[in-house]
T-cell receptor
Framework: GAVVSQHPSRVICKSGTSVKIECRSL??????MFWYRQFPKQSLMLMAT?????????EQGVEKDKFLINHASLTLSTLTVTSAHPEDSSFYIC????????????FGPGTRLTVL | GQNIDQPTEMTATEGAIVQINCTYQ??????LFWYQQHAGEAPTFLSY????GLEEKGRFSSFLSRSKGYSYLLLKELQMKDSASYLC????????????FGGGTRVLVKP
């Protein structure tokens, strides 16, 4: 299957700081990438859909000014958590669509964010 | 929105078979995916169904009935490494082809 990488895999930061997470499709071009958040023992919740060259589409309840998404190229999308707070601590996972059909989403290894 | 239901937990014995059911209610159905997720890791793609019937891939099979809004994932010859969460996800055409995930089924394989 297609390979997606994420960096960093784990980050610990102080409350009030910003954290940037990178998502790269290594062997395919992803016009569309998705950002999810997963709390312990819960399923994946879609935060936003990132389209190359255009603004991201955010799900209801997700603050676009807090979670900044940039999809600068067909292989790179970034999520910046601004002014992070302890309640933002979570597992953040990105995925890229490898092209269809069936336009399967392939997931990155995830980033564990801990805000102190 | 979409309602996707799957059991929370299942336990099975090594070498046995386990069937994980998933029911969904949605309009604009455009495919159902099964993913495996080990604790602390990202989901990995297992199977995809868009037409009714059974898709077989080695020890894993997935079935879909669109009229019933029902799918199952069948795991045969269970191995200890199959202990993981299994996520059912539905893609909806009217929602920009986004995936909506069920809560996941945690499968514990015992010796």
């Amino acid at each position: 299957g297609a390979v997606v990488s994420q960096h960093p895999s784990r980050v610990i930061c102080k409350s009030g700081t910003s954290v940037k997470i990178e998502c790269r499709s290594l062997d395919f071009q992803a016009t569309t990438m998705f950002w999810y958040r997963q709390f312990p023992k819960q399923s994946l919740m879609l935060m936003a859909t990132s389209n190359e060259g255009s603004k991201a589409t955010y799900e209801q309840g997700v603050e676009k000014d807090k979670f900044l998404i940039n999809h600068a190229s067909l292989t790179l999308s970034t999520l910046t958590v601004t002014s992070a707070h302890p309640e933002d601590s979570s597992f953040y996972i990105c995925s890229g669509e490898a092209g269809g059909p069936p336009d399967t989403q392939y997931f990155g290894p995830g980033t564990r964010l801990t805000v102190l | 929105g979409q309602n996707i239901d799957q059991p929370t937990e299942m336990t099975a014995t090594e070498g046995a078979i386990v069937q994980i059911n998933c029911t969904y209610q949605t309009s604009g159905f455009n495919g159902l995916f099964w993913y495996q997720q080990h604790a602390g890791e990202a989901p990995t793609f297992l199977s995809y169904n868009v037409l009714d019937g059974l898709e077989e891939k080695g020890r894993f099979s997935s079935f879909l009935s669109r009229s019933k809004g029902y799918s199952y994932l069948l795991l045969k010859e269970l191995q200890m490494k199959d202990s993981a969460s299994y996520l059912c996800a539905v893609r909806v055409r009217t929602a920009g082809n986004k995936l909506t995930f069920g809560g996941g089924t945690r499968v514990l394989v015992k010796p």
